[in-house]
């Protein structure tokens, strides 16, 4: 069975970009990235890396309200509801 290699730059211009971003997305995190081969990362820095960039391209939305208590008369409740794009 063959693999088919989807992890490519749709804009080859934007790949400096990309480049700084992941770098920047490593020192976030505190993993040690250099310019290169980083075959000496565990898998879990390399992860770590990664979920970093995607955290900080998906945004989360956040969203406070109040509404009447439904169990107590007269009181209110702070309601907040995150929603976000799972892939």
Not at 8 to 30: Q, T, W, Y
Not at 49 to 73: C, L
Request: proline content about 2%; glycine content about 10%; hydrophobic content about 35%.
């Amino acid at each position: 069975m063959s693999s088919k290699n989807n992890n490519k730059i749709n804009v080859p211009e934007a790949r400096a970009a990309m480049d700084r971003f992941k770098m920047e997305a490593a020192s976030e995190v505190g993993v040690n990235l250099k310019e290169g081969y980083n075959g000496d990362l565990t898998s879990r820095e390399a992860g770590s890396v990664g979920g970093q960039m995607v955290k900080k391209m998906i945004p989360v939305r956040t969203a406070k309200f109040e509404r009447a208590d439904r169990t107590a008369v007269g009181h209110r409740v702070t309601v907040t509801c995150r929603a976000g794009l799972y892939l």
